[in-house]
């Protein structure tokens, strides 16, 4: 079965600034997918960015990059220039190709202040 | 735009009535999941469904069953609710295909059970 690490403790992160959100995920199989989702007090869980295992460039979506590094097995969260919306919960996700479920880290906490 | 909607945002029962959560999505989505998220935890897979009248058992399927008549409608059923299940339960839809798996979610809906 996949699995998902998210390890960083909760995060302040300074307006305008840029954060790096860590994700490790260890599968053996090659065909799977890569999410990261945004959960901010409210509840609802977002979608913000995709990385497939064969896609050749880093995935970006406006201010959201992954940064992925397949033989270290790692998908990293970038966000650039923060913005005080950005407070939330981070979730990294993983899916083998095909199989619709979805694998979940225990997310990551950001405050972004002013 | 893809919508997924929940029946309720808070909802409180008492030990041993029957929960009907209900969710709908408007985009003809083939697939639709009920996850619980409990702090710590993260989310966990309760049932999913990739047909009308198909489900499958996700990891933590035990005091749940659900049902599924219509494409756009997926319901999980507490048959006797008991305080551990207690959490937010997210409901999630995506299309069928072989790669992309991008799961939309509801609100959620944050259940007490006194």
């Known amino acids: 079965a996949q699995k998902i690490t998210q390890t960083q403790p909760g995060m302040f992160v300074q307006e305008k600034e840029a954060v790096t959100l860590d994700c490790t995920y260890d599968?053996?199989?090659?065909?799977?997918?890569l999410f990261w989702y945004k959960q901010p007090s409210s509840g609802e869980m977002i979608f913000l960015i995709y990385q497939g295992s064969y896609d050749q460039q880093n995935a970006t979506e406006g201010r959201y990059s992954l940064n992925f590094q397949k033989a270290r097995k790692s998908a990293n969260l970038v966000i650039s220039a923060s913005q005080l919306g950005d407070s939330a919960m981070y979730f990294c996700?993983?899916?083998?190709?095909?199989?619709?479920?979805?694998?979940f880290g225990k997310g990551n906490q950001v405050v972004v202040i002013p | 735009d893809v919508k997924v909607t929940q029946s309720s945002r808070y909802l409180v029962k008492r030990t041993g009535e029957k929960v009907f959560l209900e969710c709908v999505q408007d985009m003809d989505h083939e697939n639709m999941f009920w996850y619980r998220q409990d702090p710590g935890l993260g989310l966990r897979l309760i049932y999913f469904s990739y047909d009308v009248k198909m489900k499958e058992k996700g990891d933590i399927p035990e005091g749940y069953s659900v049902s599924r008549e219509k494409k756009e409608r997926f319901s999980l059923i507490l048959e006797s609710a008991s305080t551990n299940q207690t959490s937010m339960y997210l409901c999630?839809?995506?299309?069928?295909?072989?790669?992309?798996?991008?799961?939309?979610f509801g609100p959620g809906t944050r259940l007490t059970v006194l």
């Open positions: 599968t053996s199989d090659p065909s799977y997918g």
């Open positions: 996700a993983m899916t083998l190709y095909g199989n619709n479920r979805l694998a």
């Open positions: 999630a839809s995506s299309p069928a295909g072989p790669n992309t798996d991008t799961q939309y």
